[in-house]
């Protein structure tokens, strides 16, 4: 089972920032947080990652809570080309095969 | 880089054939490969995992027998749906990783899907 809790729906406006929430509340100290996308009837895409800090690059920013409970990935000016699910997932970086386990994601809607 | 393909992108096939889908790696060596399925409105679910050159570990609830995966080459898997029917048809995805080269190590690059329609 997924081990990360997210809302199954948002809205966001065309050009504003686009904050979505994942828990993970008991995730272990040699689990990183990654997020992946998956726009409509394509493959899921990489977006961050992140072990404790907060992590930015091209696409977003993530920031993780102290206790590591929970997180935000931060879309700063989301497009229309945004729309899709976004997935957040704890996984070990080097143990278990790789496994990627998906919940249900956050369905997010960038509206003009 | 980091780019993996699959082929077909979408297939249409009667009931009781079996129906076979390549993802290959294109610009590195994957040493590990993972085979999804996706039904409309719902997640990925992940159905097998396979290192080159052994047999794949399937998920609990996955048919093996059905579901036959061969990952002979570091560049290709393949996915063999068998006598397929209807309520096979779904979305097929395969993600790749590796521990070898330039690429970043145990990371999962997905392929772009596998429309299968089973009439």
């Known amino acids: 089972d997924a081990k990360t809790t997210q809302p199954p729906s948002m809205d966001c406006a065309e050009g504003r920032a686009a904050n979505l929430p994942c828990n993970h509340s008991?995730?272990?100290?040699?689990?990183?947080v990654y997020w992946y996308r998956q726009i409509h009837s394509q493959g899921p895409q990489y977006i961050i990652h992140g072990l404790k800090n907060n992590e930015t690059n091209e696409m977003a920013s993530l920031i993780i809570t102290e206790d590591r409970k929970s997180s935000t990935l931060i879309l700063p000016h989301a497009t229309l080309r945004d729309t899709a699910v976004y997935y957040c997932?704890?996984?070990?970086?080097?143990?278990?095969?790789?496994?990627?386990?998906f919940g249900q994601g956050t369905e997010l809607s960038v509206k003009p | 880089g980091a780019v993996v393909s699959q082929h077909p992108s979408w297939v249409i096939c009667k009931s009781g054939t079996s129906v076979k889908i390549e993802c290959r790696s294109l610009d590195f060596q994957a040493t590990t490969m993972f085979w999804y399925r996706q039904f409309p409105k719902q997640s990925l679910m992940l159905m097998a995992t396979s290192n080159e050159g052994s047999k794949a570990t399937y998920e609990q609830g996955v048919e093996k027998d059905k579901f036959l995966i061969n990952h002979a080459s570091l560049t290709l898997s393949t996915l063999t749906v068998t006598s397929a029917h209807p309520e096979d048809s779904s979305f097929y995805i395969c993600?790749?990783?590796?521990?070898?080269?330039?690429?970043?190590?145990?990371?999962?690059?997905f392929g772009p899907g596998t429309r299968l329609t089973v009439l």
């Open positions: 997932i704890v996984r070990p970086l080097y143990n278990q095969g790789g496994k990627l386990i």
């Open positions: 993600s790749a990783s590796t521990s070898i080269g330039t690429v970043p190590y145990n990371e999962q690059f």
């Open positions: 008991t995730i272990s100290g040699n689990e990183y």
